[in-house]
């Protein structure tokens, strides 16, 4: 059963996949929202992060269960995301969906190629979004599980992990796309 945290979480992941904001999920949302990526990290098109964004995006896409709209397009609504979250499926999806588009977004982030972002790395993208850096350090701050001033892959895969699946209040992952 999905708890209070986790529908929360997963309203507000859906609502930055609903890129048009019409309250429904198609595949030209997830394409805009790859491509919002892709632009606020300045990857050129058709680049190779361009590719791996969009591949991720479009098999992130392809694993998302919902039903057919009135011109038989898949659509995922809100009620659908959510439930979604408890069928055994979900797990699944997240493991090799979402967690990978979050990792392709992760590598793009990553500006000097290190394997790892800092702060101002990830500000850069938060900053989009209307977040103060003072906001986007608090949240770096609980991903950085380690407490070396980076986040690497391997924390940013558990925190996106942790985003969808778990429904500990203390997990790091809670706050991957903001504050709730």
Not at 9 to 28: H, M, R, T
Not at 30 to 55: K, L, N
Request: with cysteine; net charge negative; charged share 30%.
């Amino acid at each position: 059963m999905t708890t209070e945290l986790q529908r929360r979480k997963l309203e507000k992941v859906f609502a930055s996949y609903d890129a048009d904001g019409d309250g429904v999920i198609d595949g030209l949302d997830i394409t805009a929202m790859a491509q919002i990526w892709c632009d606020t990290y300045g990857v050129a098109p058709y680049s190779p992060g361009w590719r791996r964004i969009h591949g991720a995006a479009a098999r992130m896409w392809r694993g998302m269960r919902g039903s057919d709209g009135p011109d038989g397009e898949k659509r995922v609504t809100v009620a659908e995301w959510v439930a979604w979250a408890d069928k055994p499926e979900f797990p699944e999806f997240v493991t090799n969906a979402a967690v990978p588009f979050s990792l392709a977004v992760f590598d793009v982030a990553d500006a000097d190629r290190d394997g790892r972002i800092n702060h101002a790395e990830m500000f850069a993208a938060q900053s989009k979004s209307g977040m103060r850096s003072e906001d986007t350090q608090r949240i770096f701050d609980r991903l950085d599980t380690d407490r070396d001033g980076y986040l690497t892959s391997e924390e940013y895969g558990r925190a996106a992990h942790e985003f969808y699946l778990s429904a500990d209040p203390d997990a790091p992952g809670n706050v991957i796309a903001g504050e709730l």
